[in-house]
C-alpha cells in the first residue's frame, strides 16, 4: 500500500505557542489535501527550541500542554491524519507526583522531557520521550530533560514507524531499540542548528544508523533563527540502503510530500545543494530577519565605512529586511579618506537605503579639549582612536532610541577574537550580523553577493571596497595590518586554536611562525572580558565566541609552545 508523508520544515518561534500551533495546523491542512496519512513535525515544534531556562519554569509546561491539547482539537477535522509533534513535557509520573510543582534548580531533572506525540483524530495516542540528550556546543539539555529510554512505534497502512528525536540518531541505541519493537521506518523530528558542512555531517550519522539497521529515515529539521542559531531545514528522506531518494532546500520553509510504498520510499525531489558561500550568506540573512522581526524591530541602522564589513553587513541587511527597513550612517572623521566616503554614499546608492553623513570631528574635538588637561603631556595613542569609535557608537544608539530601530555592530571574528574592536564604539549595538564570519571570509560572501543571480541586484558592494587594504582609519595612514598579522594567517591560526582546539606546538608544527601563533593565542585570551560584553549574534561555525566557547576572564595559565 501506497502512503504520502508530509514532511513539515517549519519556522517556529519559542514561547509562541498560538503561532506555533497555527503553522503546524496549517502545515497538517496542506498535508491532509495533499492526501497526506502522516505529517511529520519538528522538535519542540509547539514552543520552539531552544526554550532554555524557560523550561525551568512549571507554567511553561502547563501552556505546553494546554497548547497540545488545543493542537489536538483543531487536528480532529483532518480525518485519519496521524501528526508527529514535538514539544516539551513534564509527567507527574516520573517524578514529583504533582504536574505543578516546583522545578529543582541544579537538581538533575526527573520528570521533565522532550517529547514527540503522536495525534490522530483528535486524541493524542501516545508519546515518545527523547533518549540521548546533547549537553555539547550549543546544547545543554540535560540541565533541563531526563531521559527514558522506551521505544515508541505505531502502525499505519500496515508499516510500523519508529519515533526518536535529533540526538538519538547521532547514537546507536535508540534506533536499534526501535526496530527490536518492530519499526520499519524511522521518524526523526530535528531541532538541528546550522554550522558549516553540518547538512554533511547529518547525512553521515543517518547513513551510519542506516547500515546497522537497514530502516529508511525520514528527518525532518526545523528552519529559521532563535537569537544566535539558526535552524537550517534541509529535510531529507534515505532509503534502507542510504540513497538519498527527497530533499527539501535549506533556509526555506514549507512541506515536501514524500510517497512510500509499503516501507520503502519512493524517489522524490532532491534539491541541490548550496555553496558554502550560499549556505553562510542565507544563514545569515535568516538570522538578522528573524531576530529583528520576531523580536519586533521596525528596522535596522547600521554604521557604513566604506570598509568591507559594514558593507556587507549592510548588503544582508537590505536581503533580509527590504532596503525601506535599513538605514546606513556614514560618521567621517579627520581620518577618514575621501575614498571612503565616496564608496560608502555609492554602496548605500546601490542597494537603495537611507544614507546620512554625521561628522564627528567638532565632537571628538570637544573630548579632546575638555580632557587636554587631564591628558597633558601625554602622547596621543589608541585612547583618541577609541574616543572616535565611542563618539560612532553614541550616535548610533541615540539614533536607534529615537526611532526603535536595532543596530547591528559590524565587527567580525577575527577582530573579535584579537580585540581589534572598541568596547562601547563599534561594539555597541544590539545584533552582530558577522561576529562569527572570519575576515578571509568576509571578503568570499561579498564576492559571493556581487555574483548572486538569486538577488534582484548584483555588484550591490563597489569593487574598490573589495580591493582596498582595510583599515580602521582612527589615525593618519592607518591599515590592519599594521598590529596585526595578514588575515589568511590570522584565520588560520585562530581557527585551529579556538575552533579546532589545536595545541600551540601543532599550530607551528603546521608552518605558522612561533612569534605570529604566541601572538594571536595571548590576544584571543587577553580579550575575553571585551567578548563578554559584545552583543549576541549569529552563529555559523561549529564554535562560535559565545555559548560554544567558555573561558575564564580571570585566568593566569599559559600554554607551552612545546
Known sequence: MKTRIALAQLNVTVGDFAGNVAKIVAAARAAHNDGAKLLVAPELALSGYPPEDLLLRPAFYAASAAALADLAQQLKPFTGLHVVVGHPHRDAAHGHGKANA???????????????????????????????????????????????????????????????????????PAAQQAKAAGAQVLLIPNGSPYHLNKEAVRVDILRARIRETGLPMVYVNMVGAQDELVFDGGSFVLDGSGEMVAKMAQFEEGNAIVEFDGARPV??????????????????????????????????????????????????????????????????????????????ADMARRVGVRYDEIAIAPMFDAFRSSLAEEFAGRAEDATEEN???????????????????????????????????????????????????????????????????????????????????????????????????????????MRMYMEEDRSLAEIIAAGYAVDDVKRVTRLIKINEYKRRQAPIGIRVTHRAFGRDWRYPITSRYTEPVE
Request: hydrophobic share 45%; proline share 5%.
Open 387 to 493: 574616543i572616535q569609535a565611542r563618539i560612532r557608537g553614541t550616535l548610533l544608539m541615540a539614533l536607534s532610541n529615537k526611532f526603535g530601530s536595532i543596530v547591528l555592530t559590524t565587527g567580525n571574528k577575527s577582530e573579535m577574537a584579537v580585540g581589534y574592536c572598541t568596547l562601547y564604539g563599534d561594539m555597541a549595538g544590539g545584533f552582530a550580523v558577522i561576529k562569527d564570519i572570519a575576515k578571509t571570509l568576509v571578503y568570499r560572501l561579498c564576492h559571493y553577493r556581487n555574483a548572486a543571480t538569486t538577488f534582484a541586484r548584483q555588484d550591490v558592494i563597489p569593487e574598490r571596497i573589495l580591493t582596498r587594504a582595510p583599515s580602521a582609519e582612527l589615525r593618519e595612514n592607518q591599515t590592519d595590518q599594521d598590529s596585526l598579522p595578514p588575515y589568511e594567517v590570522l584565520d588560520a591560526i
Open 267 to 344: 524517489p522524490g525531489a532532491v534539491a541541490p545543494e548550496l555553496s558554502i558561500e550560499a549556505q553562510v550568506y542565507a544563514a545569515l540573512v535568516m538570522g538578522v530577519r528573524d531576530y529583528i522581526n520576531k523580536n519586533g524591530f521596525p528596522g535596522a541602522i547600521i554604521g557604513l565605512s566604506g570598509g568591507v564589513d559594514s558593507a556587507l553587513v549592510l548588503a544582508v541587511a537590505c536581503d533580509a529586511l527590504g532596503a525601506e527597513r535599513v538605514r546606513a550612517v556614514m560618521m567621517p572623521s579627520r581620518y577618514t579618506a575621501d575614498i571612503s566616503t565616496t564608496d560608502a
Open 102 to 172: 516546583p522545578i529543582e534548580r541544579g537538581v538533575a531533572p526527573v520528570d521533565t522531557f522532550n517529547a514527540a506525540s503522536l495525534i490522530v483524530d483528535g486524541k493524542v495516542v501516545g508519546t515518545y520521550l527523547k533518549q540521548d540528550l546533547p549537553n555539547s556546543e550549543v546544547f545543554d539539555e540535560k540541565r533541563y530533560f531526563a531521559a527514558d529510554p522506551q521505544p515508541f512505534v505505531f502502525e499505519l497502512d500496515g508499516v510500523k514507524y519508529g519515533v526518536v528525536i535529533c540526538e538519538d540518531v547521532w547514537h546507536a
